[in-house]
């Protein structure tokens, strides 16, 4: 575990969890009960729903550690999932807590036998009628730290390359709106990141203020947005980061379905003694939205770095969904720890669901339902997040597509992401941990009876390291079958197939995974 070091400064050590990752979950816990307690007084009036489960897996792999196969050891592999699910909603506070340890056991290598915490929690509350607000959150879970090393999508390959992280925010804010020309907003967010990977890169607080003035009802033609932000991230070990943007967004709407955007401001960036990144920003563009249910908007414009583009398209029909976008921004891993940008299985669902459920609490129950009777994974293929301080230019571009038929559910997603560090007003394409994802994943979900169903996920991922040079590709290959038993007892039998083909021969590896898994509701 990672350990604080004695000359943490005082914002990290005055964190009940920092350095020392054994009271993450702790915190986590805490923070989840005191959501709870809230929810729970009688002035809130809050409608529950509570749902334990029960989880068996047992695994056989050929490559346990994902190593080449001259050095490849296979084992067999149990896993207990107690798992519960609280959510709550009233008029001023809504909560969700979702927590469901794995606890794992080998049956050669008892040395790894080990507990990986996995859950989150969110809470909303209105502590002051229409004026005074809170949310605050917290997420504990497992993720490939490096590229380079090899990336295993389960908890039960003994990699090296795996860490745990856990995250939490606390976030007091005051809205007002002033009659329906204008609103505003004045946010501050404390938040906290650490891990138990050795070299403590991620363990740090942060302290963000966010103001902003918007325009209220009464704006049809021209609305407008202006937004103020200001972050200092101390980390344990690389000292402080500072972040400053401000920016003015306007739209004007030239007829009843096309807009003309535009934007403007400045953004300033400092990581340690490293010469700040600095310089104004400005874009113009086109916004088109014929209907609901249809979005197109674009726009180029100039930043520090150069040219800058953005891209963003929607598309719902009753049975289908569609997207492709492109963005540019300067952010850090840590605040994708904070927000995952996972593509989840339950965001498409969500969308193909509304139709038939209009209302956002029956949809989000009947997607978890179907996620639960079917065996949909969970997510589909994205991005790694790599473990890093370093601010980085991120360039992503996606697409996506998804069909909901009588008895099949398709998925299609392709992706690109490129980072970049920064180094004062530089842009180092080829420093450290900077590198180019690109990736293509499909699931396939057929509801063969209303009990039985079968899922297909195949996915590919293209992994390069700009500052070693080393290309992996790798291919990743998911089927099973999963059968409804009674209405709260379900099993599924799955296999998986994944092969690393890297440029460097000592990273290549494959590896066949059978397992089953029993799950039991309440």
Known sequence: ??????????????????????????????????????????????????????????????????????????????????????????????????????????????????????????????????????????????????????????????????????????????????????????????????????????????????????????????????????????????????????????????????????QGGYEYYKRGLIPPTEGPSWSAGIDWEPSPRTRLATTAGQRFFGPAYTFDFNHRTRLTTWSAGYSENVTTARADFLIPATTSTAGYLDTLFSARFPDPVARQKAVEEFIARTGIPPSLNDPINIFTSQLFLVKRWNASASILGVRNVLIANVFGLTSEGLAGDLVLPAAPNTSIQTGASLLWNWRMTARNAWNLAPAYRRNESRNTGEIANLTYVTMGLTRQFQRRISGSLNYRFQQNDSNFSASDYTENVVFATLRLGF
């Open 1 to 262: 575990m990672a350990k604080a070091r004695g000359g943490a400064r005082r914002s990290l050590q005055a964190y009940p969890g920092s350095g020392d990752f054994s009271r993450n979950l702790n915190w986590f816990l805490s923070l989840s009960a005191a959501l709870l307690a809230l929810v729970a007084c009688p002035t809130w009036a809050a409608r529950w729903d509570i749902v334990p489960t029960l989880s068996v897996t047992e695994t056989y792999t050929d490559n346990l550690s994902l190593t080449t196969d001259a050095l490849k050891q296979s084992d067999w592999v149990t896993q207990v999932i107690p798992g519960i699910s609280i959510t709550a909603t009233g008029a001023r506070l809504k909560f969700d807590v979702r927590y469901a340890p794995e606890v794992t056991y080998y049956a050669r290598g008892k040395q790894d036998n080990t507990v990986f915490h996995r859950g989150n929690a969110f809470g909303n509350a209105e502590l002051a009628k229409g004026l005074l607000f809170a949310d605050a959150g917290a997420r504990v879970d497992q993720y490939n730290v490096n590229l380079q090393g090899p990336i295993t999508t389960s908890n039960i390959n003994t990699t090296g390359n795996v860490a745990t992280v856990g995250t939490y925010f606390v976030s007091p804010f005051l809205r007002r709106e002033f009659g329906s020309a204008v609103q505003a907003e004045a946010r501050f967010t404390y938040s906290v990141v650490n891990s138990d990977e050795q070299s403590d890169l991620l363990n740090s607080v942060g302290d963000r203020i966010d103001l902003r003035l918007a325009n209220g009802p009464a704006y049809k033609l021209l609305t407008w947005d202006l937004a103020y932000r200001k972050e200092t991230i101390d980390y344990e070990t690389t000292g402080d980061t500072d972040i400053e943007v401000s920016n003015l967004k306007a739209r004007w709407l030239i007829t009843p379905t096309v807009g003309l955007l535009a």
